[in-house]
């Protein structure tokens, strides 16, 4: 018996693509948020030296990089100073954890997997492989009574909407209530482009003193330019994080041995992850001017490695206008069940190819 998944979004981008690759200057990729730039060479001697690695790695992690994580979140994600090895793991990205969360937790017909109202599609897949329910609601007060997982997502994606600490103390409060394992995606959280840092759900002024039922998410991918290493981590209440390790032990959900050395170094980097962030405040400003120029309203966007754009038309038609100049970018249909008047901007982009966006929207501008 087979799962009913839905086609996977980005194949039905595939014309619009074409008409964009037909523009004399070739196509400008703004549809998907993969890194561009080098890997950090910190992170490329590790994984060198440790390449030599014939045995089985550890799924928990080895003593290293547990330490590193735990290092990581307090410095940089304002955890409590208890947090500990037996509250964190390493996962293989980020996204195998999301789509494999449901079905860890033993969840199935009849559970309520509770995600944002516009999401990245992969909380609704996780479910779908699980056969539970998704109600997608950005309100704590009417999250269901058969809740079992809550997804958070801050800063968002498509729309780089950033939560509060109040925000996020009434959602634990309400999970909590609902005995529910709650979630927040933070792999973009190195980002923020407001004077505050962007909080984690691990911060001490959410939890008041306890992690119970508490996970963040977070991934390497962006903030080193590791996605092509897929190294990922899950941090929180260790009595989840415990019951996730054995059945990661069991299904074989191992970061290899190399990855592991690399992600060591990476966690240390602060200030390559530094350096990123002001390479990528620069893309966003420029992307963003030319935008509004052309006639777009940016809207959320406080933090992450998109712009959430609109000029009050359907996604749809945006898409097909931007292509029509060469530049391809993400409906906002994709994030939502409802109708959209978003589109998704990727600031993740080669300088001479942002030069070459600017041109375009300068060229659109005109029409």
């Known amino acids: 018996m087979s799962i009913d998944l839905p086609d996977f979004p980005w194949d039905a981008l595939k014309p619009h693509a074409e008409t964009a690759k037909r523009h004399p200057g070739g196509l400008v990729d703004l549809s998907v948020g993969s890194p561009v730039d080098p890997t950090p060479q910190s992170v490329r001697d590790a994984l060198a030296a440790a390449s030599d690695a014939p045995g089985y790695p550890q799924t928990a992690g080895t003593p290293e990089l547990r330490e590193a994580i735990v290092a990581w979140y307090t410095r940089r994600r304002g955890a409590a100073d208890d947090l500990s090895v037996e509250n964190v793991l390493p996962t293989i990205g980020s996204k195998e954890f999301i789509t494999s969360l449901p079905l860890l937790l033993g969840l199935g017909p009849g559970d309520v997997v509770v995600q944002p109202t516009i999401a990245y599609p992969s909380y609704a897949i996780g479910a779908a492989l699980a056969r539970a329910e998704v109600v997608a609601s950005d309100d704590p007060a009417s999250w269901p009574e058969n809740t079992k997982l809550i997804w958070l997502n801050s800063p968002g994606n498509p729309d780089g909407r950033v939560h509060s600490v109040e925000f996020l103390r009434a959602a634990v409060a309400r999970a909590r209530e609902l005995d529910a394992v709650i979630a927040n995606d933070e792999c973009y959280a190195e980002f923020g482009w407001q004077d505050e840092a962007v909080p984690s759900i691990l911060d001490a002024r959410v939890t008041d003193g306890s992690r119970r039922l508490v996970l963040s998410v977070s991934s390497l991918s962006k903030q080193a330019n590791l996605a092509g290493y897929r190294a990922g981590m899950v941090a929180g209440c260790s009595e989840v994080v415990q019951a996730l390790l054995k059945a990661r032990k069991h299904a074989g959900l191992m970061v290899p041995a190399p990855v592991q050395a690399a992600m060591v170094a990476a966690l240390?980097?602060?200030?390559?992850?530094?350096?990123?962030?002001?390479?990528?405040?620069?893309?966003?400003?420029?992307?963003?001017?030319?935008?509004?120029?052309?006639?777009?309203?940016?809207?959320a966007s406080e933090g992450g490695l998109y712009l959430w754009v609109t000029r009050g038309e359907d996604s749809w038609a945006t898409v097909e206008a931007l292509a029509e100049v060469g530049v391809l970018v993400a409906p906002g249909a994709f994030y939502t069940s409802g109708v959209s008047e978003h589109v998704r901007i990727s600031i993740t982009v080669v300088d001479d190819r942002l030069v070459a966006a600017v041109d375009r929207l300068t060229e659109l501008a005109k029409r």
């Open 268 to 299: 240390n980097d602060d200030a390559s992850v530094a350096q990123q962030r002001e390479l990528y405040r620069m893309r966003r400003e420029l992307l963003r001017f030319a935008l509004e120029r052309a006639g777009f309203r940016v809207d």
